[in-house]
């Protein structure tokens, strides 16, 4: 008794050192915004100073870094989960672990170069070498932080908020692919592979389809021009991705379908039951996807505005609809609505309305949400057996397929005349207008077939050097027997 | 001394437990398991995979008991166990040999 009194009292002690290091702190970061308001609120001198630089919205900031953090829960636990209850339970803690230790592979990567090279100044596929280790995001001598654009004019955001919210964006998009090939590859094979696809194919994807200077790098018309040529190539073309249809799903969804080509069937695929070990799972990973979408959705909006309600609600309604339209698809086609059906409607609708979020009104929702549900419970059963490939948990019929159907209808319902948000013509004056919707229609198609083509061709390269190195698969005695303990050394399950 | 050994619809168990206690029996052992007999399994559709289920739960009741009461054990176990139904399950019925309480270590009809 006494003794756990005086470990009661250690403890205490330790939380009041640790609490008492906390203060100067936060005096200290409470100190600047304080200082820069005593300097703005000094009496004009005679001469007009310049306006002062702008700073961050706290309300932009603390959306921001939520959003952050929701999409970090959409990969760990909820893919992992949601893809881990659809494997057998002889490898469940092999998805888990794929994820989870992709997803941090992909961070550390993320702040050693994979920002810079997609969202820095380069060419119109790769950035720079800038932002190398994040240098230069924040200065410790001056104590002061880069700002990153967002969509308004004279709103700037932390960069390194804009950091870490695109590291979980970069991170779920390499997880996502585990799907494909799941129950069946080796984890070595996973992180070679996932080093090479995410530095070819995901930087490379984003620096396309996301980077531009930003809306206040277009002071003139006489500049458009020049700042245009800056941005990445899908980009110039003018496709719109609000969230990462093109950049996330078809980027995924692709590479893969090439993993489960390359990797091959599984032993028995085919002939032995191969059902998911665990719904229970599989439901709650889809909900928390759909908890954590948000965030991806409306946080893409950079900033705590209209544009994010609207994503918010798109995110919301769309995948509702998704979800009737898979189970009374199912129900009608297939003779019972599963909650297997409910589960993938969710996340095949929370997909297609990724790059529409906040760039289509509600009826595009509506109409992006039933399609979704439809379109996709066709791929997994018809398309599925057409292309012949052993993609385990459907990862192409959902993400790739969803993504590019959510891609293309955006060019569709973006339109005003369609009770779409219309899209910023003239980055000058901040005009909005729309486009023809063939027009842009077109457009989304050219940014869809590019980002095929080059994960695609990324895919086979990374799989196959995977495979020179340490070969794809192991043995087909570990195999039977199941990853967790062959590759692992545990079992998910004691009972 | 007899070891009856009997595979029912899970649901049944109650109904059963308490028909043998009513006639006279003191101990049974329940296992879960599975297998196939004339009923037929069930098909489960996950996605665009279809499988076929033929291996039904059941559960196996086993019970030691005195040969004189066999008769109001079988009896007991298939009006308890019985739905009419194909998939009610079979009773198997064993000599036994013998038998031992361990813990006294009295043995025979003293043991059950």
Known sequence: MKNLFRKFIAVLAMLGVVGLNAVPLAAFAQDKPGA???????????????????????GDVAWMLTSTALVLAM????????????????????????????????????????????????NAYFGGFDRLFLNGTFDATKGEFAMAATFSKNTPLYELVFVAFQATFAAITCCLI????????????VLIFMVLWFTFSYAPIAHMVWFWMGPDAYTDPKVVEAMNAKAGLIWQWGALDFAGGTVVHINAGVAGLVGAYLVGKRI?????AMSPHSL???MLGASLLWFGWFGFNAGSALEANGSAALAFMNTFLATACAVLAWTFGEWLFKGKPSML???SGAVAGLVAITPAAGNVG?????????????????????????LGADDALDVFGIHAVGGTLGALLTGVFNSQSLGGPGLVTDWVTGKVGSNPIWDQFLVQAQGVGMTIIWTGVVAIVAFKIADLIVGLRPAEEEEREGLDIAEHGETAYHM | MKLVTAIIKPFKLDEVREA????????????EVKGFGRQKGHTELYRGAEYVVDFLPKVKIEAAIKSEILEQVIEAIEKAANTGKIGDGKVFVFDLEQAIRIRTGETGADAL
């Open chain 1, 341 to 343: 059906g409910a589960a």
């Open chain 1, 75 to 122: 990969s760990v636990p909820a893919l992992a989960l949601f893809y881990g209850g659809l494997v057998r339970s002889k490898n469940m803690l092999s998805m888990l672990m794929q994820v989870f230790v992709t997803f941090s592979l992909v961070v550390v990567l993320w702040c050693i170069y994979g920002y810079s090279l997609a969202f820095t100044e380069g």
């Open chain 1, 178 to 189: 585990l799907g494909a090939v799941a129950e069946r590859i080796k984890f070595s094979a």
């Open chain 1, 36 to 58: 820069e308001m005593k300097a703005e609120a000094k009496p004009a001198p005679a001469k007009e100073e310049a306006k002062p630089a702008p700073v961050p919205n706290k």
């Open chain 2, 20 to 31: 043998l206690s009513a006639v006279g029996v003191t101990g049974i052992t329940v296992t």
């Open chain 1, 280 to 282: 229970t799972m599989t």
């Open chain 1, 268 to 272: 028995g695929y085919g002939k032995e």
């Open chain 1, 362 to 386: 509600i009826c595009g929702a509506f109409v992006i949400g039933i399609a979704a549900g439809l379109v996709c419970l066709w791929a997994v059963n018809q398309l599925k057996r057409w």
